[in-house]
């Protein structure tokens, strides 16, 4: 027994050696990759995306001067120098290269920026006359008009990311036949119980009787108003002087409790009380039919007189006002269905 024991133990075991190299160089192999994985695709020897800074600006496009501006109104601070501006009007690539550091920088007080810095405050300005690529012009280029697109793109150049891009001016809105505060302008009614004005849908006032109307409540022996704003550009829309401008309103109260009705525009400078006691209709239709074939019913005005030049236009507000003597609890309404402005050129 003890010799069988002695033969089992004594017998050949190179082979073992032979396994246990080959299983130490693939440990070694694993490692040996698994560091470079490590090296690569660490912080240190990773490739990092360039950061893009985070930034708030507002544009302004001065017409009369052709002067971009540029203000920074929060968010980080960027180098000058990582900053390209460019420009394309009516599709197109400007006529100017892009615009790239040093601009035209102010301090928010307004002195010239030296510190090499756009930061909270500071107003960049770019002069855009001959901006615009022209073959007929003798010159080839030409100064920006109201008839032109321009969009602007505000480019960190490290991580070639666009940071923001702005349309500084449309092209010719069409004209409508009626101007109505939808969808640039606003309307406002003081009809809260608070009596603080608040906002509403410019729908309600857009198109005549398609079941849209406001709705004010009117207190006994209180006024109630509504305002209206319309956003007209009068360059984009093409409006020069001569014009005329009609005003048209169209309401109902409901029942006669309204104590007055007025109507006043505000043309920027001053506000003018252009109607007062104006008729109560007890539905949008009866209102309707004071002007159906022409403008000189009712609830259509021609404000031209008080309304005299295009800026004059451009600032212009409606104001509808009521007052009731029914008592309170009765929670009598005065709806406005339409408001519009009509330019005839």
Same mark, same amino acid.
């Given at each position: 027994?003890?010799?069988?024991?002695?033969?089992?133990?004594? %017998?050949?075991?190179?082979?073992?050696?032979?396994?246990?190299? @080959?299983?130490?160089? !693939?440990?070694?192999?694993?490692?040996?990759?698994?560091? &470079?994985?490590?090296?690569?695709?660490?912080?240190?020897?990773?490739?990092?995306?360039?950061?893009?800074?985070? +930034?708030?600006? @507002?544009?302004?496009? /001065? /017409?009369?001067?052709?002067?971009? #501006?540029?203000?920074?109104?929060?968010?980080?601070? &960027?180098?000058?120098?990582?900053?390209?501006?460019?420009?394309?009007?009516?599709?197109?690539?400007?006529?100017?290269?892009?615009?790239?550091?040093?601009? $035209?920088? %102010?301090?928010? *007080?307004?002195?010239?920026?030296?510190?090499?810095?756009?930061? =909270?405050?500071?107003?960049?300005?770019? *002069?855009?006359?001959?901006?615009? =690529?022209?073959?007929?012009?003798?010159?080839?280029?030409?100064?920006? &008009?109201?008839?032109?697109?321009?969009?602007?793109?505000?480019?960190?150049?490290?991580? #070639?990311?666009?940071? @923001? /891009?702005?349309?500084?001016?449309?092209? !010719?809105?069409?004209?409508?036949?009626? &101007?109505?505060?939808?969808?640039?302008?606003?309307?406002?009614?003081?009809?809260?119980?608070?009596?603080?004005?608040?906002?509403?849908?410019?729908?309600?006032?857009?198109?005549?009787?398609?079941?849209? =109307?406001?709705?004010?409540?009117?207190?006994?022996?209180?006024?109630?108003?509504?305002?209206?704003?319309?956003?007209?550009?009068? *360059?984009?829309?093409?409006?020069? %002087?001569?014009?005329?401008?009609?005003?048209?309103?169209?309401? @109902?109260?409901?029942?006669?409790?309204?104590?007055?009705?007025?109507?006043? +525009?505000?043309?920027?400078?001053?506000?003018?009380?252009?109607?007062?006691?104006?008729?109560?209709?007890?539905?949008?239709?009866?209102?309707?039919?004071?002007?159906?074939?022409?403008?000189?019913?009712? $609830?259509?005005?021609?404000?031209?007189?008080?309304? %005299?030049?295009?800026?004059?236009?451009?600032? =212009?507000?409606?104001?509808?006002?009521?007052?009731?003597?029914?008592?309170?609890?009765?929670? /009598? +309404?005065?709806?406005?269905?339409?408001?519009?402005?009509?330019?005839?050129?």
């Amino acid at each position: 027994m003890e010799g069988k024991k002695f033969r089992a133990l004594g %017998k050949n075991c190179h082979a073992v050696s032979e396994v246990y190299g @080959q299983l130490l160089m !693939i440990s070694i192999v694993v490692i040996a990759f698994s560091t &470079i994985a490590v090296t690569v695709f660490s912080d240190g020897g990773a490739v990092k995306p360039e950061h893009i800074p985070h +930034i708030d600006l @507002q544009e302004n496009f /001065k /017409k009369n001067t052709n002067i971009v #501006q540029i203000v920074h109104n929060g968010g980080e601070a &960027i180098d000058l120098s990582a900053i390209k501006i460019t420009f394309n009007v009516n599709g197109q690539k400007s006529a100017k290269p892009p615009f790239v550091s040093p601009f $035209t920088v %102010k301090n928010p *007080d307004g002195s010239p920026s030296s510190d090499g810095v756009f930061t =909270l405050g500071d107003c960049i300005e770019i *002069d855009t006359k001959e901006l615009v =690529l022209d073959s007929t012009s003798p010159t080839g280029v030409r100064d920006p &008009i109201s008839g032109d697109t321009i969009e602007m793109f505000f480019i960190d150049t490290p991580s #070639q990311q666009v940071i @923001q /891009k702005a349309v500084l001016q449309t092209g !010719i809105r069409e004209l409508p036949d009626w &101007i109505t505060p939808h969808p640039y302008g606003s309307v406002f009614s003081n009809s809260t119980e608070s009596g603080e004005w608040e906002w509403k849908s410019t729908e309600s006032v857009g198109d005549i009787d398609d079941g849209r =109307l406001t709705d004010s409540h009117i207190p006994k022996g209180d006024w109630v108003a509504e305002e209206y704003t319309f956003g007209i550009d009068t *360059d984009e829309m093409g409006i020069s %002087k001569p014009f005329k401008i009609l005003l048209r309103v169209i309401y @109902q109260t409901g029942d006669n409790s309204p104590k007055n009705l007025t109507l006043s +525009i505000f043309n920027g400078t001053e506000w003018t009380l252009i109607a007062s006691n104006m008729p109560t209709y007890h539905t949008v239709q009866d209102c309707m039919n004071v002007n159906v074939g022409d403008y000189n019913g009712d $609830t259509t005005y021609d404000i031209t007189r008080y309304v %005299k030049t295009t800026r004059e236009l451009e600032e =212009l507000k409606v104001r509808f006002s009521i007052s009731g003597h029914a008592d309170d609890a009765s929670g /009598k +309404i005065g709806w406005v269905d339409f408001v519009g402005i009509h330019v005839e050129k």
